[in-house]
């Protein structure tokens, strides 16, 4: 018998009306709808370049790490022993403008004893600079370490643009400079993220004329007349010195994410002993910082104020290497190390962190200040700067953070604001 003819499929059922759960009615047209291609237009640039330059190419890099399992195999390769309590890394740093570096970061835990922790850094670039410290943190009661460092650098690519707020770019100079510091360092962390640390060094230190590309030698520069030689400059002196620094911190201990707020008070004080007695200075400062996570997933938004000063204690002026500066590793750090130097500094930083994956992190950094005379004197918003950089971290596997930076730094307000400083690094900060 044939097969009995299926039935024809029943018909759809209408869809039911969305019901009015708020009670407002159907969503009309807002002021200013039909403007809003105007803000995409002027941010399509950025948002081109955050999607497609790195949020893709990063999450497709971080992606194919993890399923490669890279960071267990890069790190097993690289260090030894059951636990791998002890190992080496290659490491270096590229920067615009500076000589290249390559070395070596070694490190070896428990050595001897446990809680030894022993860590050396050495760096070079042939015949121009070498630079290297060896490190010991012995590890005392709960929360208390005692830190042993002895470090040393000579190169010659130093940068000098003249003291004060008003320094140009063009009046960039170089010179050298050979530094062996020893010293010793206690720290309690009583509670959280708070810490206080009290130590002792001994450094020598003596700077002459250097050299990097066409650029002239700091004297060179100084015949000019774009800035005059700098107290301290061709000598050398033989520095004691007493550092102390309290810090409140209520994010949690070995953690800078959360929310919360910190207040650091730190001062040196150096005396000249290879010289005279009336050679000497302190140098001092403060930050405050107000911290909150937005998503509770590590989203941080910062807000910082710094301030900070140096006083000669005798009849001799601070020397220019120990005068308060901005750039690099300290606060603005679009500028190169040591572009702004003078006897005091103030500072304002907006700062936006988050990460990009489990060993990424990015961080945005908006910040505006500059150099002043003694105790902020001739401060005038006029003469503030801009500095705004973007930077990418590696999550450090043994204390060495592989590092991306790229900023922007601006002349004065007064002298048009505009951007005359770019710094590009890449590599593994200098512990020396």
């Given at each position: 018998a044939p097969p009995p003819t299926p039935a024809p499929p029943a018909p759809?059922?209408?869809?039911?009306?969305?019901?009015?759960?708020?009670?407002?009615?159907?969503?009309?047209?807002?002021?200013?709808?039909?403007?809003?291609?105007?803000?995409?237009v002027l941010l399509s640039p950025a948002y081109v370049a955050a999607e497609y330059v790195l949020r893709r190419p990063i999450g497709a890099g971080v992606t194919a790490a993890e399923h490669g399992d890279w960071?267990?195999?890069?790190?097993?390769?690289?260090?030894?022993?059951a636990e791998h309590k002890a190992g080496f890394f290659p490491v270096g740093l590229v920067e615009f403008n500076f000589n290249p570096s390559v070395g070596i970061f070694g490190f070896w835990d428990d050595a001897g004893f446990k809680g030894n922790h022993?860590?050396?850094?050495?760096?070079?670039?042939?015949?121009?600079?070498?630079?290297?410290?060896?490190?010991?943190?012995?590890?005392?009661?709960?929360?208390?370490?005692?830190?042993?460092?002895?470090s040393g650098i000579r190169r010659p690519d130093g940068v000098f643009y003249g003291l004060g707020p008003r320094s140009l770019q063009d009046s960039q100079s170089r010179y050298g400079v050979e530094r062996v510091e020893g010293s010793a360092l206690f720290e309690w962390r009583p509670w959280r993220s708070s810490q206080i640390q009290a130590g002792i060094a001994l450094r020598d230190e003596k700077?002459?004329?250097?050299?990097?590309?066409?650029?002239?030698?700091?004297?060179?520069?100084?015949?000019?007349?774009?800035?005059?030689?700098p107290y301290g400059f061709g000598r050398e002196y033989t520095t004691e010195l007493n550092r102390v620094l309290f810090a409140f911190d209520t994010r949690h201990r070995g953690s800078h994410?959360?929310?919360?707020?910190?207040?650091?008070?730190?001062?040196?004080?150096?005396?000249?002993?290879?010289?005279?007695?009336?050679?000497?200075?302190?140098?001092?400062?403060?930050?405050?910082?107000g911290y909150a996570d937005l998503t509770g997933r590590g989203r941080i938004l910062g807000l910082s104020l710094t301030t900070l000063f140096a006083d000669p204690l005798g009849s001799h002026p601070v020397p220019f290497t120990e005068l308060v500066s901005l750039g690099g590793d300290h606060p603005m750090a679009a500028y190169f190390w040591g572009r702004l130097v003078d006897r005091s500094a103030a500072?304002?930083?907006?700062?936006?962190?988050?990460?990009?994956?489990?060993?990424?992190?990015?961080?945005?950094?908006?910040?505006?200040?500059?150099?002043?005379?003694?105790?902020l004197a001739a401060f005038d918003p006029s003469l503030l700067r801009v500095s705004g950089a973007f930077g990418l971290q590696v999550?450090?596997?043994?204390?060495?953070?592989?590092?991306?930076?790229?900023?922007?730094?601006?002349?004065?307000?007064?002298?048009?604001?505009?951007?005359?400083?770019v710094r590009v690094s890449l590599g593994v900060p200098y512990t020396f």
């Open positions: 759809e059922s209408p869809k039911r009306a969305v019901p009015d759960y708020d009670g407002r009615g159907p969503p009309g047209a807002m002021p200013g709808d039909d403007a809003r291609w105007i803000p995409r960071p267990r195999k890069i790190y097993n390769f690289f260090t030894f022993g022993l860590n050396l850094h050495v760096e070079a670039w042939p015949t121009d600079w070498l630079a290297g410290s060896i490190t010991e943190r012995i590890d005392l009661r709960k929360r208390q370490t005692l830190q042993l460092r002895l700077t002459y004329d250097g050299y990097y590309g066409d650029d002239p030698s700091l004297t060179k520069e100084a015949e000019t007349g774009a800035f005059a030689v994410a959360g929310s919360g707020v910190r207040l650091e008070l730190g001062g040196e004080q150096g005396s000249d002993v290879r010289n005279t007695p009336a050679a000497g200075w302190i140098r001092y400062g403060a930050t405050l910082g500072v304002a930083t907006l700062s936006y962190s988050w990460p990009i994956g489990p060993w990424l992190d990015g961080r945005l950094e908006l910040a505006m200040g500059n150099v002043f005379g003694v105790h999550a450090p596997v043994i204390g060495t953070p592989l590092q991306l930076l790229v900023g922007l730094g601006t002349e004065t307000f007064a002298q048009g604001g505009s951007i005359d400083t």
